[in-house]
């Protein structure tokens, strides 16, 4: 699950930056910016549902309450920042996109943090282990 994660984050990333980098060049055609958009809410969606059962993993039997409060956490968050990115909206798509891939650099210095600072593993593995008997 990390793997895919890790993955869909960075692809997230590269994307977002990359349609900031086009926006910036000039209005994208609709075909470009919807296939850009396309894939990055595609990728959002599985960094969405696979962090959260990621970061509820150790919980256990508390996991329902941990929703509870990691939905309404990332709700308030996603909202004020989602807000501040809009009043940036100046008739084009280069808030949307900067904001996607400023935001997609802040996940992947915390993801980075979290994961002791390596992407694509789990935090437990020991590089000595078989590679057969590793998390996925």
């Given at each position: 699950?990390?793997?895919?994660?890790?993955?869909?984050?960075?692809?997230?990333?590269?994307?977002?930056?990359?349609?900031?980098?086009?926006?910036?060049?000039?209005?994208?055609?609709?075909?470009?910016?919807?296939?850009?958009?396309?894939i990055?809410?595609?990728?959002?969606a599985?960094i969405?549902?696979?962090?959260?059962?990621?970061?509820?993993?150790?919980?256990?039997?508390?996991?329902?309450?941990?929703?509870a409060?990691?939905?309404?956490?990332?709700?308030?968050?996603?909202?004020?920042?989602?807000?501040?990115?809009?009043q940036?909206?100046?008739?084009?798509?280069?808030?949307?996109?900067?904001?996607?891939?400023?935001?997609?650099?802040?996940?992947?210095a915390?993801?980075?943090?979290?994961?002791?600072?390596?992407?694509?593993?789990?935090?437990?593995?020991?590089?000595?282990?078989?590679?057969?008997?590793?998390?996925?």
């Open positions: 699950m990390r793997r895919i994660s890790h993955a869909a984050l960075l692809i997230f990333t590269a994307l977002s930056a990359l349609g900031f980098v086009i926006a910036l060049a000039g209005k994208p055609d609709f075909a470009t910016a919807y296939s850009i958009f396309t990055v809410l595609m990728m959002f599985v969405a549902t696979n962090f959260t059962a990621i970061s509820l993993e150790p919980m256990g039997n508390l996991a329902g309450t941990a929703t409060i990691t939905g309404f956490v990332s709700t308030t968050f996603g909202a004020i920042l989602g807000g501040l990115v809009g940036m909206f100046n008739g084009t798509v280069q808030p949307l996109f900067g904001g996607f891939a400023l935001f997609g650099l802040v996940t992947i915390a993801t980075l943090w979290a994961e002791n600072g390596k992407l694509f593993t789990h935090p437990g593995d020991s590089p000595q282990l078989d590679p057969g008997t590793a998390h996925f």
